[in-house]
């Protein structure tokens, strides 16, 4: 049961603990679902969910840097070197040698990779939409709004960012 009670004109929401681990369950399922599609895609390939996260990232910030990449998924250097030389090795990532600082590498997506990312994308975006349109445009922000409030406010400041910077 959920209940509210006004204080200062806010309403709060109090869930019970039942309510909070059904919701946890719920995004579990959710997140298996959301993953599905793509992951059927990427099994064909011999990738996984890195060389996805990868793809994504390295096509909304083309040039970005590896250190970028690094903060962004919170890996290892040595997880992502491995997940960044088989796509190199597969032509669907260029990594060209920085202008200013020889050290620094930064990535882009070639054709392949971009066909893939939007293969990738284009099924993730398909099931959310339908989700969305199922759960009305009043759930679209009150989603959006609970996923950012569940954020770090490092992570939650970063994904600003990166919104900001389409």
């Given amino acids: 049961m959920v209940d509210t009670a006004t204080s200062s004109g806010d309403t709060l929401l109090f869930l019970t603990?039942?309510?909070?681990?059904?919701?946890?369950?719920?995004m579990f399922f959710a997140y298996r679902?959301?993953?599905?599609?793509?992951?059927?895609?990427?099994?064909?390939?011999?990738?996984?969910?890195?060389?996805?996260r990868a793809l994504h990232?390295?096509?909304?910030?083309?040039?970005?840097?590896?250190?970028n990449l690094l903060n962004i998924l919170g890996v290892t250097?040595?997880?992502?070197?491995?997940?960044?030389?088989t796509m190199v090795e597969d032509g669907l990532v260029e990594?060209?040698?920085?202008?200013?600082?020889?050290r620094e590498r930064h990535l882009f997506l070639t054709e392949a990779g971009q066909d893939l990312e939007r293969q990738l994308s284009d099924a993730q975006r398909a099931r959310m939409r339908a989700a969305f349109k199922q759960a009305g445009?009043?759930?679209?922000?009150?989603?959006?709004?609970?996923?950012?409030?569940?954020?770090?406010?490092?992570m939650r400041r970063q994904y600003q960012?990166?919104?900001?910077?389409r």
């Fill in 33 to 52: 679902g959301f993953t599905a599609d793509p992951d059927r895609i990427l099994a064909g390939l011999s990738y996984g969910r890195a060389h996805h």
């Fill in 17 to 26: 603990d039942e309510q909070l681990r059904q919701g946890a369950e719920a």
């Fill in 77 to 85: 250097k040595q997880s992502l070197n491995r997940v960044l030389r």
């Fill in 161 to 165: 960012r990166l919104r900001e910077g």
């Fill in 57 to 67: 990232f390295i096509h909304t910030a083309p040039g970005t840097t590896v250190n």
């Fill in 95 to 102: 990594s060209r040698v920085g202008r200013n600082d020889r």
């Fill in 137 to 154: 445009p009043e759930a679209v922000a009150g989603f959006r709004k609970v996923l950012e409030s569940m954020m770090d406010p490092e």
